[in-house]
């Protein structure tokens, strides 16, 4: 069976401070595109990223015009994701409101605060503002957070937020540890890229303990190879309906 699938974490590289391979350039957006198309991808969410520390939301905006251009050229294949600071509180709830209001926007991030000057500060008062308005505007949104205590403190204030986790985990107890967390919060999902995808059985795993509504799939390209995890994910001894469910069906209803 071919496979429909649609990567939910890739970060476009539109220039060289934006581009997060670490030995070449990762080249135009077109030859992106084309590096993801040949490990199976159908299509692309994301945001631009870059490791910085903005001194006005000015800054972030651009990642976000970005985006939108982005989308605008390749509506075929790119669905566009935000970025959103915790430091500018008022600027990003408005850019939801632009973003998701105006342009149909429904997903946030990859919010990578470790790059971008906020480490997880994802449940701070401002931080939970922001995503309370995330929430009104139905979108989803995808963190970079490996703090449990962060995790839980944002699943209990947020409850009907759709929280997407970046990534299983870079080793087995880690792994289990938020596995736990996404089983036990019915708004917390995991992505399957970064770390994680090596291990044998990981997607088995999680969708014995979590459920295959849980999962969603994702590279992290064009830092990792997309093929990686296309593969690890097909020889996995999963069904059909659960490989629909991780590749697109989770993903589509997230962003409903």
């Not at 800054?59 to 982005?70: C, F, H």
């Not at 050229?73 to 998701?100: K, L, M, T, W």
């Not at 997903?107 to 401002?126: H, R, S």
């Not at 931080?127 to 989803?140: P, V």
């Amino acid at each position: 069976m071919t496979h429909v699938i649609i990567d939910c974490h890739f970060h476009p590289a539109v220039d060289e401070e934006t581009d997060t391979n670490w030995f070449y350039p990762s080249g135009s957006i077109q030859e992106q595109i084309h590096t993801l198309q040949r490990a199976g991808i159908s299509q692309a969410c994301g945001s631009p990223v870059k490791p910085f520390t903005p001194e006005s939301f000015d800054e972030i905006r651009i990642l976000n015009d970005e985006a939108l251009a982005l989308r605008d050229g390749f509506p075929d294949f790119y669905i566009p994701g935000i970025q959103v600071h915790p430091h500018f509180p008022d600027e990003s709830c408005r850019e939801i409101e632009r973003c998701c209001g105006g342009e149909g926007v429904r997903w946030i991030g990859e919010l990578v605060g470790y790059m971008m000057g906020y480490g997880v500060e994802f449940a701070t008062e401002d931080a939970l503002t922001i995503m309370r308005t995330a929430r009104d505007y139905n979108a989803a949104v995808n963190i970079h957070c490996h703090d449990l205590s962060v995790i839980d403190r944002l699943c209990e204030s947020v409850p009907d937020l759709k929280i997407v986790l970046a990534h299983p985990g870079g080793g087995k107890q880690e792994f289990l540890e938020r596995l736990e967390k996404v089983a036990k919060y019915p708004n917390l999902h995991f992505d399957i890229s970064g770390s994680g995808i090596d291990r044998y059985l990981i997607l088995r795993k999680t969708v014995d303990v979590a459920g295959k509504e849980k999962l969603l799939f994702g590279t992290d390209y064009p830092i990792n190879n997309p093929s990686v995890y296309v593969q690890g994910a097909l020889l996995e001894p999963l069904s059909e309906e659960e490989h629909e469910a991780i590749f697109r069906g989770n993903f589509l209803r997230l962003i409903q």
